[in-house]
């Protein structure tokens, strides 16, 4: 499967949208852990500084700046602050520079960008200030640098988290999808062979539950319309068959009575009549019996590895003689080996018809070329003449059964050839068409292009 198209594939697809939103569900469950214990943290620190600064605000002086001095001791992180201050407002003790402009009401409270020295960098800092009974004020601080360091050491474990996962999800999606293409190209197979004719194929299980439904569906479909196939098939050989041992008698009898009928005798006309159309009737039930024959005997095990520009010289080679009583000068160009796989026959019998009615059309004189050759990966053989050439009105009917061109009723045949030719072709997954030579006709027998191009 080309890259270009794995990418394009829905299991892929899907595992990109898992991967985001896994990343979108870690990052959002990361950030809730991170709110909550924050303002679980906080609103702990807050009831814990309130129910101090009320304690410290009611102890005598002496005991206060002793329990202020303990705690800044014992602060090797440097994350408490305290403050002392008299009636006046001048500062008793602490390790402030200015007091903090927040209301004296014993109410704990997040500045989020206080500075407890000048220079000093601002950092969240949660605050309470309350009143002593002597008119002095109290002042407890605590830094919140620990809730931006957890949210670093989050946002690292978010990280960490993040990229495993994102890459399991991808790795996942990614054998998920080809092994998912591989399915598909399985049935994409399957469907081709059934396209080309054969209604023996079946579409293979995929593993998912709910295709299979579907696909078993499609197999007891394809059942069906092989069994009706058959039997329409068996229904117009067998009709073919059985009216040519009728017809061959019935020619046999006139031949006997067109013997039996002296020369210049009135009936000897209508009987040589009769049998012409009888001949007429006998290569049309032919070639029924033989484009029946193809399309319902599954040829495929016959095929080979086989030179279609070979084929293409033999074919010139055994029509030389015959171009050449008729004036018509034949050329070949097929220098270049075109192996591919298929039956040799068939393929010979295709050519063979295309270039019979190439010589049919063209006139004394006119020139006939067979071309193979490889373009774009792709086998093609082509057939031209500067004949008459093939109206554009009639370039789509030509290949049905029986169609002629309206200009071609002086020439042998019964309007099949093309038809067989076209048969074979869809049997070696080619198509045939025709365009305009300027002056002829061209036709054209080229492979189908690969899927995916």
Not at 204 to 216: F, N, Q, R, Y
């Amino acid at each position: 499967m080309r890259r270009v198209e794995l990418f394009r594939s829905t299991p892929l697809r899907l595992a990109f949208a898992f991967a985001l939103a896994m990343i979108l569900l870690t990052g959002g469950v990361f950030s809730f852990v991170y709110v909550a214990t924050t303002r679980a943290w906080i609103a702990q620190l807050q009831h814990v500084f309130v129910d101090e600064a009320e304690k410290a605000a009611a102890s005598d002086e002496d005991r206060l700046r002793g329990a202020l001095s303990l705690r800044l001791t014992r602060d090797f992180r440097r994350l408490n602050y305290v403050a002392l201050y008299d009636s006046s407002g001048a500062l008793v003790f602490g390790n402030f520079d200015h007091r903090p402009d927040i209301p004296v009401d014993g109410q704990a409270r997040v500045v989020d960008d206080f500075r407890a020295a000048a220079g000093a960098e601002p950092e969240p800092t949660l605050l309470v200030a309350r009143a002593r009974p002597n008119g002095g004020v109290i002042v407890l601080g605590r830094s919140l640098d620990e809730v931006a360091t957890l949210r670093r050491i989050l946002a690292r474990a978010l990280s960490f988290a993040i990229l495993p996962l994102a890459a399991a999800a991808l790795a996942i999606g990614l054998f998920f999808s080809r092994r998912t293409a591989s399915r598909i190209r399985e049935i994409h197979r399957a469907i081709e062979a059934i396209m080309q004719g054969d209604l023996r194929a079946r579409l293979p299980p995929s593993g998912i539950e709910e295709l299979d439904g579907v696909i078993g569906s499609v197999n007891l479909m394809l059942d069906e319309i092989e069994r009706l196939l058959g039997q329409l098939a068996a229904v117009g050989g067998n009709i073919a068959h059985d009216l040519r041992a009728p017809i061959v008698n019935v020619r046999a009898t006139l031949e006997q009575a067109l013997a039996a009928t002296p020369k210049g005798d009135s009936l000897r006309a209508p009987v040589q009549s009769a049998l012409r159309q009888i001949d007429r009737a006998l290569t049309t039930i032919a070639a029924l019996l033989r484009i029946s024959s193809i399309e319902n005997e599954h040829r495929h095990s016959a095929f080979c590895r086989i030179d279609l520009a070979a084929l293409c010289a033999e074919l010139q080679e055994f029509f030389l003689p015959l171009a050449q009583a008729r004036g018509i000068a034949m050329t070949l160009a097929a220098e270049t080996s075109v192996w591919r796989q298929g039956d040799a026959d068939l393929m010979r019998e295709a050519i063979a018809n295309l270039v019979d009615n190439a010589l049919k059309f063209t006139p004394r004189g006119g020139a006939v070329r067979i071309e193979a050759y490889e373009r774009d990966g792709r086998g093609v053989i082509e057939v031209s003449d500067n004949g008459r050439g093939v109206p554009v009105a009639e370039v789509q009917d030509i290949f049905r059964r029986f169609a002629r061109a309206r200009d071609g009723a002086d020439q042998p045949g019964v309007g099949i050839g093309l038809s067989i030719a076209g048969t074979i072709a869809r049997l070696h997954r080619m198509e045939l068409s025709v365009a305009d030579n300027g002056p002829g006709a061209r036709f054209i027998l080229r492979e189908q292009a690969p899927k995916g191009r």
